[in-house]
């Protein structure tokens, strides 16, 4: 087949989807397709990659500079994200209130670019990053929270899942990429590399394997039944891409993801949560001690097909750690991989390209020092005592949120998202509490108490809570 030909009947076919997508609901807010384009760009490339403008000579300069088109587009959003949350009368102070540890982060954050040697770049990236927020505050203030945050994720792997195979087989001159040393044929797709596309589909797959199992109580419904055929399609073409792209950790992760899923939609686990609350916790730190007592981590590489050093991150860990960062403060934000050290790390690792430390922790502690990942962790286990409260009262996000937080958590192991990153913008749309009024209610709860109270009142009588016929 042409890949003109290819293009088109992707394109005509992503439109019907979309214009007839059976889980598709009308209520959500057209506002929402400003964090979709967000975390479009997020998990894909630049809209200069895109378009092949603004070319700079050196990755370096374009590591410090970035790009003027990128930067309108990156500025537009945040603009119509502050205006979306203004027009909806955002509560702001019972936002920094109910996420307190988030606010302190992010101001420490802030804080940082004082002793960052390059300051107006780590405030610059500040600022684009803050733009992470806005976009998820979108989302969970829409007026529909829960099919808020379906339809975001929904949209962004109807785009990115076909789109990224379409590339690989149809135009591999952008789907493919060749790695440095040996020469083997990488698959990207739409992204810039296999790891970001692993966890394109590994988003991807824990979305719709829960999607699935918590739509599965009503598959006698006609609609209901169309969209879990549409899940299982994406699944298996996610599946599919993973494949492709060979991305250990992310295979890794998917499965537990799921693992973690399916364990909250128990029979059993449902009137007990606390069990799978006490259990994560415990598996979670049995492999800590698994890891710096016996060095597991090399184990499940070669379980993997990957080699003991993790392709190479444990040599870089040493050479970063040894590095000698002030250990209490950091860099700056993100202001690590700028300038003398990024030579340096260049010229260790020649050819290597590497602009992360390829560890969400390591990563953190290099820009913000110890405090900074003192904060992280604060947010973490707020976030993880959030979640549960959410499970407890069977909120229907709650399974998908823990899985997140405990992927985020073994993802960081080997990768960097604890910034400007798809795995953790997902993470945030279940970590995040958003003051809401609810008509009817207390004027003042957290998004996940309004959804409670919208599945409470589907499910009574009309006649029960004063409606009629």
């Not at 050479?319 to 030579?343: D, I, K």
């Not at 290597?352 to 405090?371: D, K, M, R, W």
Request: glycine share 8%; net charge positive; with cysteine.
């Amino acid at each position: 087949m042409p890949s003109s030909l290819a293009l088109l009947l992707w394109f005509v076919s992503l439109v019907a989807l979309l214009r007839f997508d059976p889980a598709r609901d009308k209520r959500t807010s057209l506002a929402l397709w400003i964090p979709i384009v967000w975390m479009f760009i997020v998990a894909t490339r630049l809209p200069s990659q895109w378009f092949g403008s603004g070319q700079i000579e050196t990755v370096s300069q374009a590591l410090e500079e970035g790009n003027s088109l990128d930067r309108a587009i990156f500025a537009s959003l945040i603009v119509l994200s502050i205006v979306i949350l203004f027009l909806r009368s955002f509560n702001w102070g019972s936002f920094f209130a109910r996420n307190f540890f988030l606010t302190i982060f992010l101001l420490f954050a802030l804080t940082s670019v004082v002793w960052s040697d390059f300051p107006f770049v780590a405030f610059k990236r500040w600022f684009r990053d803050l733009g992470n927020y806005l976009v998820i505050l979108v989302v969970l203030s829409d007026p529909q929270p829960l099919e808020a945050v379906r339809m975001v994720l929904r949209r962004l792997c109807y785009l990115l899942i076909p789109f990224s195979i379409l590339l690989i087989k149809y135009f591999p001159q952008i789907g493919r990429m060749y790695e440095f040393w040996s020469g083997n044929i990488m698959f990207v797709g739409a992204t810039t590399g296999k790891n970001m596309l692993g966890v394109v589909c590994l988003i991807s797959g824990v979305y719709f394997f829960w999607d699935i199992l918590s739509r599965w109580p009503d598959r006698k419904q006609r609609r209901v039944r169309l969209t879990i055929l549409v899940n299982l399609v994406l699944f298996a073409m996610t599946l599919y891409l993973l494949e492709l792209a060979n991305s250990a950790t992310s295979k890794v992760c998917l499965v537990l993801g799921c693992l973690v899923v399916a364990a909250a939609n128990l029979r059993l686990m449902k009137r007990h949560t606390g069990i799978l609350k006490v259990s994560i916790p415990i598996v979670l730190c049995g492999y800590m001690m698994l890891q710096f007592g016996f060095g597991i981590n090399g184990e499940i590489a070669g379980m993997v097909g990957r080699n003991a050093n993790l392709t190479g991150r444990t040599d870089l860990w040493v050479f970063l750690l040894g590095m000698h960062t002030n250990p209490a403060l950091g860099t700056g934000y993100e202001s690590f991989w700028l300038g003398p050290r990024l030579a340096a790390v260049w010229a260790k690792f020649v050819g290597s390209g590497i602009n992360e430390a390829h560890n969400g922790y390591l990563e953190t502690y290099l820009n913000l020092g110890f405090a900074g990942l003192l904060l992280l962790s604060v947010f973490l286990f707020a976030s993880y005592r959030s979640v549960c409260k959410a499970l407890s009262s069977g909120f229907t996000l709650a399974p998908f949120s823990l899985a997140l937080w405990t992927v985020l958590l073994i993802y960081n192991v080997t990768e960097s998202a604890f910034k400007v990153h798809p795995m953790w913008l997902t993470f945030l749309l279940g970590a995040i509490v958003v003051p809401r009024r609810v008509e009817g209610c207390a004027p003042d709860v957290s998004t996940f108490d309004s959804i409670a109270v919208s599945e409470r009142l589907h499910a009574l009588p009309m006649e029960s809570i004063g409606w009629r016929r």
